[in-house]
């Protein structure tokens, strides 16, 4: 089973307490947690729960608690949790009774509410007995895969050469009113009558319910317990040693392993590394500085003057810079050759590579409609060459403006407050809807182009020497939703198809090869509504069988699919001699697919390239649907 990730995220500046003094980044640290998770780690934002300043009271961070973690039918045994606060944290007088160990100090994270009084008395933070019992309610239900990020501290800095620091950066505060009677006030229900060792706080010893990741000093001493507990992170600074926050450390984080020197979690990866899976925009390479083999070549749209940079790895959500850059000179297959751009750059060694500019001799027509906004912009603000109405062009993909929508593959119009995109291509029915980006979505605004230029070239491209001829072709059958047997003749006639929108109806595509070879197939469904491409079938690199043989079928079934949702589309079969990686092509998410460990696409570890010869093609099939009258 695919497993997910779910976050509260708390994040407070502004405090309701005039005695508790504000903070600045901490309401921008927890948002931009949230923006490494939704954009690098690709979590939906549904599952994710962010509370900043007057929302972050005491009552609300414990109902968010529980209703989006706790109670939360979503989550699963396994998936990864993570609970993020910034903001103050403070330390108060232990009662006699309050748990074991006769802490001298208690440690609370401070609610936007901290230090007022509220319907069950004054608010003293939540403790750390408090929340660690809630920790346990969540990994008795959803089980250890919990990551615990405080970004506060527990104790005031000292003055350095008699120099105050600024207090808005200070993430501690004195509590000034609550008492120890108000502790067991708003203690945790659920944590009444349990055992806790509260000696050094939220650092607890032994901990089997989640793993904490605390901001520290570059030495590794935990800057909330003055010194005592030393925190193993290997990721706490940089090179030179400087202090990195946590809200840092998890945006360049590469999958780290962090624990306690005695914890019984002792080298276990961040989140236990859910999120940090194979991305499939990274192909290997092998070789020297001097030249290296791309393990893509003419099936994956790479040509000659096709650049990529060199990372160090493939894992998603993961600090990984640009190494050096390539460009490519021969061109095979399945696999190609390239030289390093400059000789005189010094750039590092990498074995993952990642295409920056296709250098497609295809072009992308774009209509620029007329808009009030793109008026106003050409009056008054100077053009740029390297844009479109002010939408970045990215190079290489032959991005060319015409005059009339006739002539174009998509219109574009740039209004005030969105981009409206509405895709022209001449084999997909003339109806077609407008997709809208909303402009506050500059990321997304700034990809449309580049993503709309890439669906075109995959779905235009083929190979010109078309060496399968009419040799692979492609069927669809309607399914019996009884007996999943096939009903009536191939649909697909000239390879194109009319289909009725019926609900619950279910289809199979039937690929026959009637070469003399046995053959690769890779079949990719694109949406004509918009610029979505996703992978229904990728073959497996183990074990090293085709799957489509010499005068055989395969057989992808495709009854899972809501094909009754779309208005069009095409589906895009391609077919090698040899086995490669085609996860490249996705893009975006179509909602066809369901999340199913077995469907997802595998990133082959770098290889030995194989130099017989190959041979690739593609086929197409246009699907349009209508309504039933």
Same mark, same amino acid.
């Given at each position: 089973?695919?497993?997910? +990730?779910?976050?509260?995220?708390?994040?407070?500046?502004?405090?309701? $307490?005039?005695?508790?003094?504000?903070?600045?980044?901490?309401?921008?640290?927890?948002?931009?947690?949230?923006?490494? +998770?939704?954009n690098d780690l690709q979590t939906p934002s549904a599952n994710i729960a962010l509370l900043v300043n007057k929302e972050a009271t005491k009552r609300r961070i414990e109902d968010v608690f529980m209703s989006h973690l706790v109670n939360n039918p979503a989550i699963s045994q396994g998936d990864a949790l993570v609970v993020y606060f910034a903001g103050h944290?403070?330390?108060?007088?232990?009662?006699?009774?309050?748990?074991?160990?006769?802490?001298?100090?208690?440690?609370?994270?401070?609610?936007?509410?901290?230090?007022?009084?509220?319907?069950?008395?004054?608010?003293?933070?939540?403790?750390?007995? =408090?929340?660690?019992?809630?920790?346990?309610?969540?990994?008795?239900?959803?089980?250890?895969?919990?990551?615990?990020?405080?970004?506060?501290?527990?104790?005031?800095?000292?003055?350095?050469?008699?120099?105050?620091?600024?207090?808005?950066?200070?993430?501690?505060?004195?509590?000034?009113?609550?008492?120890? !009677?108000?502790?067991?006030?708003?203690?945790?229900?659920?944590?009444?009558?349990?055992?806790?060792?509260?000696?050094?706080?939220? %650092?607890?010893?032994?901990?089997?319910?989640?793993?904490?990741?605390?901001?520290?000093?570059?030495?590794?001493?935990?800057?909330?317990?003055?010194?005592?507990?030393?925190?193993?992170?290997?990721? $706490?600074?940089?090179?030179?040693?400087?202090?990195?926050?946590?809200?840092?450390?998890?945006?360049? =984080?590469?999958?780290?392993?962090?624990?306690?020197?005695?914890?019984?979690?002792?080298?276990?990866?961040?989140?236990?590394?859910?999120?940090?899976? *194979?991305?499939?925009?990274?192909?290997?390479?092998?070789?020297?500085?001097?030249?290296?083999?791309?393990?893509?070549?003419?099936?994956?749209?790479?040509? !000659?003057?096709?650049?990529? $940079?060199?990372?160090?790895?493939?894992?998603?959500?993961?600090?990984?810079?640009?190494?050096?850059?390539? &460009?490519? %000179?021969?061109?095979?297959?399945?696999?190609?050759?390239?030289?390093?751009?400059?000789?005189? &750059?010094?750039?590092?060694?990498?074995?993952?590579?990642?295409?920056?500019?296709?250098?497609?001799?295809?072009?992308?027509?774009?209509?620029?409609?007329?808009?009030?906004?793109?008026?106003?912009?050409?009056?008054?603000?100077?053009?740029?060459?390297?844009?479109?109405?002010?939408?970045?062009?990215?190079?290489?993909?032959?991005?060319?403006?015409?005059?009339?929508?006739?002539?174009?593959?998509?219109?574009?119009?740039?209004?005030?407050?969105?981009?409206?995109?509405?895709?022209?291509?001449?084999?997909? *029915?003339?109806?077609?809807?407008?997709?809208?980006?909303?402009?506050?979505?500059?990321?997304?605004?700034? +990809?449309?182009?580049?993503?709309?230029?890439?669906?075109?070239?995959?779905?235009? &491209?083929?190979?010109?020497?078309?060496?399968?001829?009419?040799?692979?072709?492609?069927?669809? %059958?309607?399914?019996?939703?009884?007996?999943?047997?096939?009903?009536?003749?191939?649909?697909?006639?000239?390879?194109?198809?009319?289909?009725?929108?019926?609900?619950?109806?279910?289809?199979?595509?039937?690929?026959?090869?009637?070469?003399?070879?046995?053959?690769?197939?890779?079949?990719?469904?694109?949406?004509?509504?918009?610029?979505?491409?996703?992978? +229904?079938?990728?073959?497996?690199?183990?074990?090293?069988?085709?799957?489509?043989?010499?005068?055989?079928?395969?057989?992808?079934?495709?009854?899972?699919?809501?094909?009754?949702?779309?208005?069009?589309?095409?589906?895009?079969?391609?077919? =090698?001699? =040899?086995?490669?990686?085609?996860?490249?092509?996705e893009q975006s998410s179509t909602p066809i697919q369901p999340s199913h460990s077995d469907s997802e696409v595998p990133v082959p570890p770098p290889a030995s390239l194989e130099y017989d010869a190959q041979e690739w093609d593609t086929a197409l099939a246009v699907l349009n649907f209508s309504d039933a009258t």
């Amino acid at each position: 089973m695919t497993r997910r +990730l779910f976050a509260l995220l708390i994040g407070i500046d502004d405090y309701k $307490s005039g005695r508790v003094w504000n903070l600045e980044a901490c309401a921008d640290d927890a948002r931009r947690v949230k923006q490494w +998770l939704t954009n690098d780690l690709q979590t939906p934002s549904a599952n994710i729960a962010l509370l900043v300043n007057k929302e972050a009271t005491k009552r609300r961070i414990e109902d968010v608690f529980m209703s989006h973690l706790v109670n939360n039918p979503a989550i699963s045994q396994g998936d990864a949790l993570v609970v993020y606060f910034a903001g103050h944290g403070s330390s108060m007088p232990a009662p006699r009774d309050w748990c074991e160990g006769k802490p001298r100090y208690v440690q609370v994270l401070c609610p936007y509410d901290h230090d007022t009084k509220g319907p069950e008395g004054r608010v003293a933070g939540i403790s750390d007995r =408090s929340l660690c019992s809630m920790l346990g309610e969540l990994c008795a239900v959803k089980g250890d895969n919990i990551t615990l990020i405080l970004d506060c501290s527990f104790s005031s800095p000292q003055s350095v050469a008699g120099k105050v620091p600024d207090r808005r950066g200070i993430r501690c505060t004195p509590t000034e009113k609550a008492r120890k !009677e108000d502790l067991f006030s708003g203690l945790w229900r659920g944590a009444i009558g349990k055992r806790f060792n509260g000696e050094h706080g939220f %650092y607890q010893d032994n901990c089997i319910t989640h793993m904490l990741l605390a901001a520290c000093k570059p030495e590794g001493n935990g800057d909330g317990m003055e010194g005592r507990r030393k925190v193993y992170t290997g990721i $706490s600074g940089d090179e030179k040693g400087s202090a990195l926050s946590p809200a840092q450390i998890l945006r360049g =984080s590469r999958a780290p392993r962090y624990s306690w020197a005695d914890s019984p979690a002792r080298d276990r990866i961040l989140l236990n590394g859910v999120p940090f899976v *194979p991305d499939t925009n990274f192909v290997p390479v092998e070789g020297d500085k001097d030249g290296l083999r791309l393990h893509m070549g003419a099936i994956h749209g790479v040509m !000659e003057g096709t650049e990529f $940079s060199v990372h160090s790895h493939n894992i998603c959500g993961s600090h990984n810079p640009s190494l050096d850059s390539f &460009r490519v %000179y021969e061109v095979h297959p399945t696999w190609s050759l390239a030289r390093r751009k400059s000789i005189n &750059r010094r750039g590092g060694r990498g074995s993952w590579a990642r295409i920056t500019r296709w250098n497609t001799r295809t072009p992308f027509r774009v209509y620029m409609k007329k808009t009030f906004s793109s008026v106003f912009r050409h009056l008054f603000c100077r053009p740029s060459p390297d844009e479109l109405d002010g939408i970045p062009v990215k190079e290489g993909l032959n991005i060319v403006e015409v005059e009339n929508s006739a002539m174009a593959d998509i219109s574009v119009g740039v209004h005030s407050r969105a981009v409206r995109v509405q895709p022209l291509n001449q084999l997909a *029915p003339p109806h077609r809807p407008v997709l809208k980006i909303e402009k506050k979505d500059k990321e997304r605004s700034a +990809l449309i182009l580049d993503e709309a230029a890439r669906y075109h070239m995959h779905l235009h &491209r083929t190979n010109p020497e078309n060496p399968f001829g009419d040799h692979v072709q492609m069927e669809l %059958y309607l399914i019996d939703a009884h007996d999943q047997r096939r009903v009536g003749q191939n649909l697909l006639i000239n390879g194109k198809v009319d289909l009725v929108r019926t609900l619950g109806n279910s289809y199979n595509v039937v690929l026959r090869n009637h070469t003399d070879r046995d053959l690769w197939p890779y079949l990719a469904y694109m949406d004509s509504n918009g610029v979505d491409i996703h992978l +229904l079938y990728h073959p497996q690199p183990s074990p090293p069988i085709p799957t489509l043989p010499k005068h055989g079928s395969l057989e992808i079934e495709l009854r899972s699919y809501s094909l009754p949702q779309l208005d069009s589309g095409f589906l895009k079969l391609f077919v =090698s001699t =040899s086995y490669t990686s085609l996860g490249i092509l996705e893009q975006s998410s179509t909602p066809i697919q369901p999340s199913h460990s077995d469907s997802e696409v595998p990133v082959p570890p770098p290889a030995s390239l194989e130099y017989d010869a190959q041979e690739w093609d593609t086929a197409l099939a246009v699907l349009n649907f209508s309504d039933a009258t």
